[in-house]
């Protein structure tokens, strides 16, 4: 698929630049929110160093620079954007810290999971402050923006988290069930809800609001733009965690199938087996992780390989990616050339090309 862009020349470096400067200011923000009463040492050391552990790692700020984007290329400002994409940014280190425990991960960002450093309880705690802490940023946009724009930003966060959590809901239920009758369709709901609510549809929606861009069929639009966006980043994520660098993924190699999680790979891979092959199979998907060995999982990328899960795989995120350069021309249509709007349209192909 050709990069996307108008503006030449500068389209392989549009990215990362935007990536950088709008993650420097939403990390500078975030900071402040950060900060609390814990420096100094003290007993709450226990609670703002743990906070502030998992956004010094690094990571790519893609969520709050979308929603700073989304708002300039709509025609809003930087600065009336930048409380909207901290709260973001605050709860996606909230899901994180939650989500590493409930999956029982090791490694998040090149580094042990925080309930390694610290023990499941402070962890768990942690999250929580995070949650709570994202609720300033959200209330101090009715400073900026007035009342009806901060709650209406305030209704699509709600919504967000509630969607967020019914779709890990969703993930979690079928490791306990050991579900293995699912297709693609099962999983598309799954990152509809989990991937894409909180990392492309919301960061969207609330920059055109920020914008003055409410009305409902314009944000329906770029709802469908987000979720192929969103699809597409989660699948390459995925593959990522089976073919990946470990060095520059920065997670742990093949966790997904240490944690039995059902990507789109695992599921292709569950309609192409039979017989004593699919039993095994089915009785790994089901075992707890500490029962799982090297062996096993070396046994399951071989099987992905021998019968083409992996490329089916790049083959439906290029679909995935391509459907949202359509949705794009649509949801952008007479919107004005500017960096912004190539940044997000470029988006399409990074989230395929990205190491």
């Not at 899901?95 to 590493?100: G, N, Q, W």
């Not at 861009?213 to 597409?232: I, K, N, P, V, Y």
Request: net charge negative; with cysteine; glycine share 12%.
């Amino acid at each position: 698929m050709p990069a996307a862009g108008s503006r030449g020349g500068g389209d392989d470096d549009l990215v990362p630049s935007i990536l950088d400067q709008y993650g420097v200011r939403a990390k500078q923000r975030l900071g402040q929110y950060l900060r609390g009463q814990g420096d100094g040492g003290g007993h709450l050391a226990y609670l703002y160093d743990h906070l502030r552990d998992y956004p010094s790692r690094g990571g790519r700020s893609l969520r709050p620079s979308l929603c700073i984007a989304s708002a300039k290329a709509f025609g809003g400002t930087l600065e009336d954007a930048l409380d909207s994409a901290v709260a973001l940014e605050i709860m996606h280190n909230a899901f994180l810290i939650h989500d590493d425990v409930e999956d029982l991960s090791e490694q998040r960002r090149g580094r042990p999971t925080l309930h390694q450093l610290h023990g499941v309880p402070l962890a768990v705690n942690a999250g929580d402050a995070m949650t709570v802490l994202g609720l300033r940023p959200l209330l101090d946009n009715g400073r900026t923006l007035g009342p009806r724009t901060a709650l209406r930003i305030l209704e699509e966060a709600e919504r967000m988290g509630r969607e967020a959590v019914e779709g890990q809901a969703m993930e979690l239920g079928w490791r306990r069930e050991n579900a293995v009758d699912l297709d693609e369709a099962d999983y598309l709901r799954m990152v509809l809800k989990k991937t894409c609510s909180y990392t492309t549809i919301f960061p969207m929606r609330v920059g055109a609001i920020v914008a003055g861009r409410d009305d409902g069929e314009g944000l329906d639009r770029l709802s469908q733009f987000s979720f192929f966006l969103g699809s597409a980043f989660q699948i390459q994520d995925d593959l990522l965690n089976l073919v990946g660098d470990p060095e520059d993924y920065g997670k742990e190699t093949a966790g997904d199938l240490w944690e039995g999680k059902r990507t789109l790979m695992l599921i292709h891979l569950l309609g192409q087996v039979d017989g004593a092959e699919r039993d095994w199979l089915r009785a790994i998907m089901g075992a707890p992780r500490a029962a799982i060995t090297v062996a096993d999982v070396t046994r399951m990328r071989r099987l992905m390989d021998r019968h083409g899960s992996i490329e089916y795989g790049r083959a439906f995120a290029h679909a995935c990616a391509g459907a949202a350069l359509h949705e794009f021309s649509l949801a952008f249509s007479g919107v004005r050339s500017s960096r912004d709007r190539d940044f997000i349209e470029r988006l399409c192909t990074w989230v395929i090309e990205r190491a």
